[in-house]
Nanobody
Framework: QVQLVESGGGSVQAGGSLRLSCAASGRTSSRSATGWFRQAPGKEREFVVGIIWSTGSTAYADSAKGRFTISRDNAKNTVNLQMNSLKPEDTGVYYC??????????????????WGQGTQVTVSS
């Protein structure tokens, strides 16, 4: 089992920044990938960005490119998401998730094995 705890959500004005963290504990693996997803009210959960632990390879949704940066801290088993130039459409609950055996970074929710509880991000105009 892997436990995930997100932190760092909050409310900011458009153009502001937030840094989310996802701390993993339990049976983590270097073959894992961590993905960040978000879900706005009334919408499906969507992929934002992901990283493979062993290689550091990353993948970004088009909406995140140039504004968001994912990074990992292997020593702390933590994945961070730096979000800059936030827009109102970035509002939603942000979830981190782990794919235990990742060869590539998956962008669909069903490919992930473990999920955190989510953290709210609200961007006002």
């Amino acid at each position: 089992q892997v436990q995930l705890v997100e932190s760092g959500g909050g409310s900011v004005q458009a153009g502001g920044s937030l840094r989310l963290s996802c701390a993993a504990s339990g049976r983590t693996s270097s073959r894992s990938a961590t993905g960040w997803f978000r879900q706005a009210p009334g919408k499906e959960r969507e992929f934002v960005v992901g990283i493979i632990w062993s290689t550091g390879s990353t993948a970004y949704a088009d909406s995140a490119k140039g504004r968001f940066t994912i990074s990992r801290d292997n020593a702390k088993n933590t994945v961070n998401l730096q979000m800059n130039s936030l827009k109102p459409e970035d509002t939603g609950v942000y979830y981190c998730a782990v794919d235990r055996s990742a060869i590539v970074i998956q962008t669909t929710t069903r490919m992930y094995d473990y999920w955190g509880q989510g953290t709210q991000v609200t961007v006002s105009s």
